[in-house]
């Protein structure tokens, strides 16, 4: 018989530890698209040199690569 914990009981919680690479590259792809949203923002207002320096900042944000912690050689 398999008893499931009482927290989780109709399993909607995710039962393996969470990905903590993918959620770093979740975070700097938030961070990356409100970058370019104030990058477009600050050009309508007329501020060229700040538009050009976030839109820089929100690209790579938006193409930095992200790799997973790295793997221990075995001893």
């Known amino acids: 018989m398999v008893t499931h914990p009482a927290a989780n009981r109709d399993r909607l919680l995710p039962t393996e530890p969470a990905d903590e690479s993918a959620d770093f590259a979740r975070l700097l792809r938030v961070f990356g698209r409100r970058a370019l949203f ?20 929100g690209i790579g944000l938006l193409v930095v690569p992200v790799s997973g912690p790295p793997d221990r050689a075995p001893h």
């Open 38 to 57: 104030l990058a477009a923002l600050a050009l309508l207002i007329g501020m060229h040199l700040l538009a050009l320096l976030l839109a820089l900042a």
